[in-house]
């Protein structure tokens, strides 16, 4: 089973820039598709960013066009969220998943797709 492990979340200004990581340990990451979502206490859980298991397909919401990158490195078994030009909007709980399976687009969005959720790490930007 594998278990997942954000970090890099924080409290930072609009206009800011994070870089999330998820470490995967218990099998390897070559064999997920992988994506970001985020949570706030008044939504439900919502899409961000996703990669295919090889880098070779990105995939990211509306919101985050421009000033998200999604990438990985299979061999450190590692997932990265580069986030730029933070808005207060994109205040959030941000959860790594796993999904064992293909990718596209229509089912990356979707989390119910996903077998495998870290615990999440916090992001808060301020004005």
């Known amino acids: 089973q594998v278990q997942l492990a954000e970090s890099g979340g924080g409290l930072v200004q609009a206009g800011d820039s994070l870089r999330l990581s998820c470490v995967a340990s218990?099998?390897?990451?070559?064999?997920?598709?992988m994506g970001w979502f985020r949570q706030t206490p008044e939504k439900e859980r919502e899409f961000v960013a996703a990669?295919?298991?090889?880098?070779?397909?990105?995939y990211y919401a509306d919101s985050g066009k421009g000033r998200f990158t999604i990438s990985r490195d299979n061999a450190k078994n590692t997932v990265w969220l580069e986030m730029n030009s933070l808005r207060q909007e994109d205040t959030a709980v941000y959860f790594c998943s796993a999904r064992w399976g293909g990718d596209g687009a229509e089912i990356v969005v979707t989390p119910q797709r996903y077998n495998y959720w870290g615990q999440g790490t916090q992001v808060t930007v301020s004005k």
């Open positions: 218990g099998g390897p990451l070559s064999s997920y598709t």
């Open positions: 990669i295919s298991w090889n880098g070779g397909n990105t």
